[in-house]
């Protein structure tokens, strides 16, 4: 191969850092997309709101709804093999919407902000020792949201400010003796 056909390692760096930047993107997926590929339509919705009860806006980052989580989980449900995995999640959302009837008389979706908030607050009550099965799938929903949230663009960058690798002019630390 001819000297002006081999790449320079810099350039080698700068096409990996953009494919993977590519696959990130791909695997996050674009702002607002709700293309279902393993939850319902209404499913989608539920799980959406829930991880945005979860991980809402604020002043400091937009929130889980903003981050894609809800077509994260989506599109990593589809893609597992494990059929319980996925089992669970239906079994947990239809739970979460019978809590909301018996709770406040409408499915979760058809109840109020405050409602919503009321219904999320009884299943994370037992957190570190859940007993029922929506107290179960309030841990793995929870931690499921959390992992997509904080492996997002907007997580990573917006909420953790994380600036990638940058020179220090001087490492500010303890005095190896």
């Not at 953009?18 to 939850?39: N, P």
């Not at 570190?128 to 663009?153: G, H, I, M, N």
Request: glycine share 6%; hydrophobic share 40%; net charge negative.
């Amino acid at each position: 191969m001819a000297d002006q056909e081999q790449l320079t390692r810099r350039e080698l760096i700068q096409i990996s850092a953009a494919a993977a930047a590519v696959a990130v993107g791909a695997q996050h997926g674009a702002e607002g997309e709700s293309v279902e590929k393993f939850f319902s339509q209404d499913e989608f919705a539920m799980l959406d709101e829930l991880t945005d009860l979860i991980i809402p806006t604020d002043d400091h980052s937009p929130g889980a709804r903003a981050a894609g989580v809800a077509a994260y989980l989506d599109r990593r449900l589809a893609e597992s093999i494990e059929d319980e995995r996925k089992q669970q999640w239906h079994a947990g959302l239809k739970r979460v919407d019978a809590l909301a009837r018996e709770m406040q008389g409408v499915p979760f979706m058809k109840a109020t902000p405050e409602q919503r908030v009321a219904v999320l607050a009884r299943i994370s009550r037992n957190e570190q020792s859940p007993q029922t099965p929506e107290e179960r799938f309030f841990v793995e929903l929870k931690f499921s949201t959390a992992d997509a949230y904080y492996s997002s663009k907007i997580g990573i960058h917006q909420e953790m400010e994380y600036k990638g690798n940058v020179l220090l002019p001087e490492f500010v630390g303890y005095e190896v003796r």
